[in-house]
T-cell receptor, first 109, second 115 residues
Framework: SQQGEEDPQALSIQEGENATMNCSYKTSINNLQWYRQNSGRGLVHLILIRSNEREKHSGRLRVTLDTSKKSSSLLITASRAADTASYFCATGANSKLTFGKGITLSVRP | GAGVSQSPSNKVTEKGKDVELRCDPISGHTALYWYRQSLGQGLEFLIYFQGNSAPDKSGLPSDRFSAERTGGSVSTLTIQRTQQEDSAVYLC?????????????FGPGTRLLVL
């Protein structure tokens, strides 16, 4: 399956700490994207990294991609209570994005 | 500009009834997607429209599900003879990308409950 699998399934940290979430996939991809979902509603795009890129930054977000290991990580630095949400990786291949099951991040004030 | 909108926000129906869910994509976006998300789960792809091309219906779970997109804009997802297992949040997304691989912009979803 092309579906990305996130790890861990749930993560609880203290405000101010860094949060690291991982995504692994099985076949070649064109790009990998991370999305956030609050309260079971619509997803919000966070960042896209192409298969020929290794690292990307956006504000407090850092995404890495290792195509040899077929894995990506999303790092949120200096977490805030407002970062509490579900995070999904989506792998782009064969003209389609396939979403994983998500990681639930809880940031304690 | 306005984002993706969906209606209704919530729908409660009785088993066996038909329902129609509506999605208004961002103006100018050629691609439109429907997903289903059950409680605490990931997104299940249902159908993908791209411009005037034939839609990719490979994710529709049964022939009770159908979708159309009129005039390359608004889309309606229809579920006939609803079953309790159809209860989920139905999410619509649109994209500018022609490849199916670009950033997707999601609506707030329709929460469907089949009693």
């Amino acid at each position: 399956s092309q579906q990305g699998e996130e790890d861990p399934q749930a993560l609880s940290i203290q405000e101010g700490e860094n949060a690291t979430m991982n995504c692994s996939y099985k076949t070649s991809i064109n790009n990998l994207q991370w999305y956030r979902q609050n309260s079971g509603r619509g997803l919000v795009h966070l960042i896209l990294i192409r298969s020929n890129e290794r690292e990307k930054h956006s504000g407090r977000l850092r995404v890495t991609l290792d195509t040899s290991k077929k894995s990506s990580s999303l790092l949120i630095t200096a977490s805030r209570a407002a970062d509490t949400a579900s995070y999904f990786c989506a792998t782009g291949a064969n003209s389609k994005l396939t979403f994983g099951k998500g990681i639930t991040l809880s940031v304690r004030p | 500009g306005a984002g993706v909108s969906q209606s209704p926000s919530n729908k409660v129906t009785e088993k066996g009834k038909d329902v129609e869910l509506r999605c208004d994509p961002i103006s100018g976006h050629t691609a439109l997607y429907w997903y289903r998300q059950s409680l605490g789960q990931g997104l299940e792809f249902l159908i993908y429209f791209q411009g005037n091309s034939a839609p990719d219906k490979s994710g529709l779970p049964s022939d009770r599900f159908s979708a159309e997109r009129t005039g390359g804009s608004v889309s309606t997802l229809t579920i006939q003879r609803t079953q309790q297992e159809d209860s989920a949040v139905y999410l619509c997304a649109s994209s500018l990308a022609l490849t199916g691989l670009g950033t997707q912009y999601f609506g707030p979803g329709t929460r469907l409950l089949v009693l």
